[in-house]
Each structure stands twice: as structure tokens, then as C-alpha cells.
Nanobody
Framework: QVQLVESGGGLVQPGGSLRLSCAASGRIFSIDNMGWYRQAPGKERELVAIITGISSTNYADSVKGRFTISRDNAKNTVYLQMNSLKPEDTAVYYC???????????????WGKGTLVTVSP
């Protein structure tokens, strides 16, 4: 089986920074897209940033210029560097990876359980 574990969330003041990490473990052949999503209280889950297998990136307009997504393929890990944080960035942040397992011809979406980011004075 495959598991994704996020870390790095917490409480930060407006204007501060946090770095989220998400590591995949288990029987993994390769990982295609990796992404970060977030869900604020009372709102739907939304895409924050995505990085493809060739490290092309895309960001939500609300985080462009403030957040940076990156990946370490050797560690099966995706990162989200969050700078200039705002109260409206408060949410549970989830990572998602599109993973191919050995001997299986198709890729499957796997999700982490989420890490809470709270931006407050």
C-alpha cells in the first residue's frame, strides 16, 4: 500500500512563512503529478499548486508570487514554501500524488490526511 504524510503546518503570524512537506512511502514505481490543495472552513477544497513529472508548475491566482512548489523525486516528496502568508490562507492543506505502482498499468490518486495552517496575529 501507499501512504502520504504531510508535515510542517502550524500557527504563523500574517506576513510569516511556513514550509509544508509531503512524503510518499510504500511500493512505488513512479510518481506523475504532485499537488497541494486546501480546504478552509465552510469552503470547498481548492487547488493551490501542482508540479508535473517534468517539474512544470501551476498555481492558483491567489498564491502566485507567494507560494513555491517543488519536488524531490529521490525522496518521493513534494514541498510547498509559503511566504507572505495572509489570514485567508488559513486552511487544512492536503497533498495529492498520482502514483504508479509496480506491475500495475494505471496510475492512482493518493491523498494525505492534511495539515492545518493557521495564519493569525
Amino acid at each position: 500500500q501507499v501512504q502520504l504524510v504531510e508535515s510542517g503546518g502550524g500557527l504563523v503570524q500574517p506576513g510569516g512563512s511556513l514550509r509544508l512537506s509531503c512524503a510518499a512511502s510504500g511500493r512505488i514505481f513512479s510518481i506523475d503529478n504532485m499537488g497541494w490543495y486546501r480546504q478552509a472552513p465552510g469552503k470547498e477544497r481548492e487547488l493551490v499548486a501542482i508540479i508535473t513529472g517534468i517539474s512544470s508548475t501551476n498555481y492558483a491566482d491567489s498564491v502566485k508570487g507567494r507560494f513555491t512548489i517543488s519536488r524531490d523525486n529521490a525522496k518521493n516528496t513534494v514541498y510547498l514554501q509559503m511566504n507572505s502568508l495572509k489570514p485567508e490562507d488559513t486552511a487544512v492543506y492536503y497533498c495529492k500524488m498520482v502514483i504508479r505502482r509496480p506491475g500495475i498499468s494505471y496510475a492512482v490518486d493518493y491523498w494525505g490526511k492534511g495539515t492545518l495552517v493557521t495564519v493569525s496575529p
